[in-house]
């Protein structure tokens, strides 16, 4: 917001001198200002900037014209309007007092008598503006001002001047609809252009009827539901919600509602005036079929007749009357076709589940095979026994579907596709984008995403196109990552997750409301996740799994109420995912994590004998990357904490464990320097991943070790400690300890090549490399790399390990066992002597992030072990039918 400020201040400063921000609203920005050359306080609102590029100034300064010269008592004038800096704006008098909105907040219902003398202050002000042919278009307890108990309209004519300013153009494209839904005529909720005075009067009337009723006529879980009732269905009479509003009153209300603008009355005098005239009525049906029935009373079969009839209607009334039966809240466990295991595809992977937003059917991640290496999307219909995969879809992650039902949008292959629900190949709409992105629909049409996570919003159609930038979000620190967006309805606003560095160089996790056009944060919460629910709720999950839920306001972008947990068991993964969606009609879905055993680290002998290292260390966190100091006598581990990382060393095996990192916001990759003195690990501070130092017995600061321009991902040792390795996106630099003030490139080729590791005299480096279509083992001669190449591997390898004489080369080949291979004579002599058998398929962890085990000087190699046992789940996937009802009993609406 301050960047809008001081764009203006050298356009208007010698006019107007800009002192806070009011708020925001649908069409503008709203700033408080003083008046310099008339020493007083104004409003200064400016146009949204991508509203004021469809308009186009000179069209917009032109037809608000017409809206200056509207002087009455009731109205709020117009003072200046122009343009400075691409920026349209207005000015208006600056008025102390409530809206009419806030009132109705805080007390409901107003008296009879106040309400209809609101009423018939703005039917003044409306029958004098419809006398000069203006039309307002979006009359609603927001644009009434109350100051010294008048009332008076706001922003009168500016929907005007900006309909007719954008002429043909299409202003959806900038997310605004012209009109509030709850208080839209029918005939401009059908989209019609050429709306008259009637239309404004049919508005007057919904905001009467919440005035005494408390409601709108027509309210609903979304805004299309209630778009749908204004156009179908006969608002009920305002006595059904308060029975003390005199008859005339709800007949003059029920005739300025009526579907029909011929139905009406014909001008605000008229309905103003039939509010005060007690005599005032309107023919309805059911008078005339009681003065039918009494006209022939003589008749005695008539009498039966009339009996029967009046009978039918008083029970039809009664019934009519009767409140609905609440629906009913049912939770259960749905458990997905054995050949398609949801929870298989990685506890730390991105989302996995999304519904359609009619809340039957149900997109989620699954398994192609039983190892649980292979995923694609599947489609699970709730009318029906089993799932169907999406065909095109594999290696999918982070499912969106479409508002209209239609299209799911995820992220495979390191692009963002869509797919048709019915039927047809995926198509590419966006290369180059980081696995875990996020590709979510707007209101438009178009698909908003953040690229590698970073801070600037990008939309691009879904059909294909230009990607664009939308904002720039100023929601975290800098260096903050953001991810998660949810656009929320017309557009105008966003729920993100953002995590950053807090004082004490934690993660922060934070869900903000933020506003697209400008990015900056309106409100935050403690969450992890955060999405918008139709009935016009936030709702987010914290770090501890905890569903909270807050009333909120699109419009304003702001919750109207504390927020409230609803209840607890909401599985989060690392780095904050979750596996949570909701449809626009109630339907609820989400994976736990369950209560298996926890992690442990175990020894694990070459003929296949395990042992716990320390039976009494069990702890509920996450075991990570490990390294064995060089005597083997202590572990150095990165463990997950609160959504924190930190790097931890172990005194082996029943010995002390003490907590060795303490800044960084994801301490990872840990490595012993070779004298075994020190730790070396991966950190990321001010959103940069740099190599850090720290002694191993904890004393002493840690030190910053290499500052590269890149962000570090690995890192490896010379025996002698004269050379430095890092991983650094897709290749191998080097850097020697006290001569090289940066590091070089060592492999640096078309391919990935990481995971490096040198032989313990320093001769020979093993690393994984892609360049045979699929990561395998190669040997190079170290340092002179080009001195020869020899692939050890065949059929896929990676976490390269030496043994302690250097005699053999470990490495894993799947998840379920290591290949050895002899070195004595040679790389080219090379042999795989044998194959080490893990105990259990995907028992011990194994990842891309990290080393997952190591080898001891004696031969041993310690492994961590996954929770619980192979088969077991983390969670269950939860459906709860009608959420709505939960969550409005909880909250309120």
Not at 232 to 256: F, G, W
Request: charged share 20%.
């Amino acid at each position: 917001m301050s960047e809008i400020i001081e764009r203006l201040r050298p356009s208007i400063g010698d006019r107007y001198r800009i002192e806070r921000e009011l708020g925001q609203g649908g069409m503008a920005i709203v700033f408080q200002a003083h008046d310099m050359k008339h020493d007083r306080k104004v409003a200064l609102k400016v146009l949204r900037p991508e509203l004021a590029a469809v308009i186009g100034a000179q069209r917009f300064l032109n037809e608000i014209k017409v809206t200056a010269n509207l002087q009455h008592p009731h109205i709020l004038p117009l003072f200046d309007s122009g343009e400075a800096d691409s920026f349209l704006f207005y000015v208006m008098p600056y008025v102390e007092g409530d809206t009419l909105r806030d009132k109705l907040d805080r007390e409901k219902q107003l008296a009879v008598e106040d309400a209809i003398d609101i009423t018939r202050s703005l039917a003044s002000a409306l029958d004098y503006a419809h006398r000069q042919g203006v039309i307002h278009r979006d009359i609603k307890p927001e644009n009434v001002l109350l100051h010294d108990g008048q009332a008076l309209i706001a922003d009168f004519g500016i929907a005007l001047a900006i309909s007719a300013a954008a002429g043909g153009t299409r202003l959806t494209e900038t997310g605004l609809s012209i009109g509030t839904p709850q208080y839209m005529s029918p005939e401009q909720a059908m989209g019609d252009r050429e709306l008259d005075a009637r239309s404004d009067i049919y508005s007057l009337g919904a905001v009467l009827y919440e005035m005494l009723a408390g409601d709108p006529p027509y309210t609903g879980s979304t805004a299309q539901a209630i778009v749908a009732k204004v156009i179908t269905e006969k608002a009920p009479p305002v006595t059904v919600a308060r029975d003390t509003v005199p008859p005339h009153v709800a007949m003059a209300i029920d005739k300025s509602l009526s579907k029909l603008p011929a139905d009406r009355f014909s001008t605000a005098v008229a309905f103003a005036e039939a509010l005060v005239n007690p005599g005032f009525s309107i023919p309805l049906p059911e008078v005339h079929a009681v003065g039918a029935i009494r006209s022939s009373l003589w008749n005695p079969l008539s009498t039966a007749a009339t009996a029967v009839a009046v009978v039918a209607l008083v029970v039809l009334a009664w019934l009519w009357l009767q409140p609905e039966a609440p629906l009913v809240v049912s939770r259960f466990v749905v458990t997905p076709d054995a050949a398609v295991a949801l929870w298989h595809y990685g506890l730390y992977s991105p989302s996995r589940l999304a519904l359609t937003p009619d809340g039957s059917e149900l997109i989620y991640v699954g398994d192609i095979d039983d190892d649980g290496q292979r995923h694609m999307l599947w489609r699970r219909s709730f009318t029906q026994f089993s799932a169907q995969p999406l065909p095109g879809s594999e290696g999918a992650v982070n499912p969106r579907v479409s508002p209209d039902g239609k299209h799911v949008v995820f992220v495979a292959d390191s692009s963002i596709k869509v797919a048709s629900l019915g039927g047809g190949p995926p198509v590419t709409i966006v290369d180059s984008v980081s696995p875990s992105t996020t590709a979510v629909w707007g209101p438009d049409h178009f698909l908003y995403f953040f690229k590698d996570r970073k801070s600037t919003l990008q939309r691009v159609p879904a059909g294909g196109g230009p990607v664009v930038e939308v904002a720039t979000f100023q929601a975290g620190e800098p260096g903050a990552e953001y991810y998660h967006p949810s656009i929320l309805p017309g557009g105008r606003g966003a729920i993100v997750t953002v995590t950053s560095d807090d004082p004490n160089d934690h993660w922060k996790y934070q869900v903000h409301l933020v506003h697209v056009a400008t990015g900056t944060s309106r409100e935050s919460f403690p969450g992890v996740y955060g999405m918008y629910a139709s009935s016009g709720h936030l709702l987010y999950v914290t770090a501890e799994g905890t569903l909270m839920a807050a009333p909120l306001d699109i419009d304003d972008l702001s919750t109207t109420g504390p927020p409230v947990a609803l209840f607890d068991g909401v599985g989060v993964r690392r780095f904050g995912w979750v596996d949570l969606t909701l449809s626009d009609h109630g339907t609820l879905a989400y994976i736990t994590i369950g209560t298996d055993l926890p992690e442990r680290v175990v020894w694990l002998t070459r003929d296949g004998e395990t042992r716990i290292v320390d039976p009494a260390w069990v702890r509920d966190e996450e075991f990570e990357g490990l390294a064995l100091s060089p005597d083997g006598t202590r572990l150095a581990i990165e463990i997950i904490t609160n959504n924190r990382a930190d790097i931890w060393v172990k005194q082996l095996d029943q010995g002390p464990l003490s907590r060795l990192t303490s800044g960084g916001n994801y301490n990872n990759r840990p490595a012993w320097t070779p004298d075994g003195a020190s730790v070396t690990y991966v950190s990321g501070r001010d959103g940069h991943r740099q190599v850090w130092l720290k002694r191993a017995d904890g004393s002493g600061p840690a030190q910053l070790l290499v500052d590269y321009q890149q962000d570090v991902s690995e890192i490896a040792w010379s025996p002698d400690g004269s050379w430095l390795l890092l991983g650094v996106e897709s290749d191998i630099l080097a850097m020697r300890i006290g001569v090289d003030s940066v590091p070089t490139p060592l492999l640096a080729t078309p391919f990935a090549e990481n995971e490096p590791a040198i032989s313990p005299d320093g001769r020979w480096l093993a690393y994984v490399s892609d360049e045979s279509g699929q990561r395998e083992i190669y040997l190079r001669p170290f340092p002179d790399v080009d001195q020869g190449r020899w692939q050890l591997s065949t059929e896929s390898g990676f976490e390269p390990l030496w043994s302690a004489d250097g005699q053999e080369l470990y490495f894993r080949s799947s998840t379920s066992s290591i290949e050895v291979i002899d070195l004595r004579g040679g790389p080219g002599a090379a042999t795989r002597t044998s194959t080490i058998r893990l105990p259990s398929e995907n028992q011990y962890e194994s990842n891309m992030a990290n080393t997952m085990y190591a080898v001891a000087p004696d031969g041993r190699f310690i492994f961590v072990e996954r929770k619980g046992t192979t088969g077991d789940i983390p969670g269950d996937l939860v459906i709860v039918q009608n959420f709505f009802q939960e969550l409005k009993a909880k909250v309120g609406n």
